[in-house]
């Protein structure tokens, strides 16, 4: 489908800084429909099924960070990738945690990867000049999040993929929260 809906969190590094607006005022300019919004405070629960660990992500992200290390002449402190998955799921964990989210289900054409590049790399210091994180991100790499045992943090986080996106609503949003009404752009989709 064309259109389709994403989940947007806006992190408590972005909460505290004052940047809702300004994030929300870009995706409401490149066309989209704010379906639901809230602020919430994740419970353990809610942020354990978020951050879910499957076992290719973890196989994947495994060899992408043993390649980091590589790279650098470094020696990987993980032994298996259910290991570094079980802490990178924790430090996710704990920084969701930290302070109330804002919680966004956003619909429009194409929404999971368009607002997948709105928001910029993973990696903020990757991140490009016009994307969220390249714009209002602080300095932040993943050496320096791995050097202080710590999560990167990165302002906001965007489903990456339509079907994605499915999963991570449902543990968001109840259906009575996300809402129906038309807006002017509408009729082009």
């Known amino acids: 489908m064309v259109v389709e809906q994403t989940l947007v969190l806006l992190k408590h590094d972005s909460v505290q800084r004052g940047l809702i607006g300004k994030v929300l005022t ?10 639901g919004i809230k ?20 196989n994947q992200l ?7 290390y590589e790279k650098e002449g470094k020696k990987m402190p993980y032994k298996t990738p ?3 998955a079980n802490t990178i799921q924790d430090w996710n964990m704990k920084f969701l945690r930290e302070g109330p989210v804002v919680a ?7 929404a999971a990867e368009i607002v997948r590049k709105m928001v910029g790399s993973t990696e903020p210091r990757q991140s490009a000049p016009g994307t969220i994180r390249g714009d209002f991100a602080i300095v932040e790499s993943y050496a ?5 045992k710590r999560v ?8 990456d993929s339509a079907v994605n996106a499915q999963r991570e609503i449902k543990l968001w949003f109840d259906n009575q929260e996300l809402h129906a009404y038309t807006k002017e752009l509408d009729r082009h989709f």
């Not at 405070?41 to 499957?54: C, F, G, N, P, R």
């Not at 966004?104 to 194409?110: A, K, N, S, T």
């Open 26 to 35: 870009r995706f409401e300019d490149a066309g989209f429909k704010i379906k």
């Open 82 to 84: 259910n290991e570094l």
């Open 144 to 148: 320096l999040a791995d050097t202080k």
């Open 62 to 68: 495994f060899e992408k960070t043993k390649a980091g």
């Open 152 to 159: 990167m943090r990165n302002l906001i986080h965007a489903s």
């Open 39 to 58: 602020m919430v405070w994740a419970s353990e629960d809610l942020a354990k099924k978020h951050y879910a660990i499957d076992e290719i992500w973890a």
């Open 104 to 110: 966004i289900v956003l619909e429009g054409p194409h």
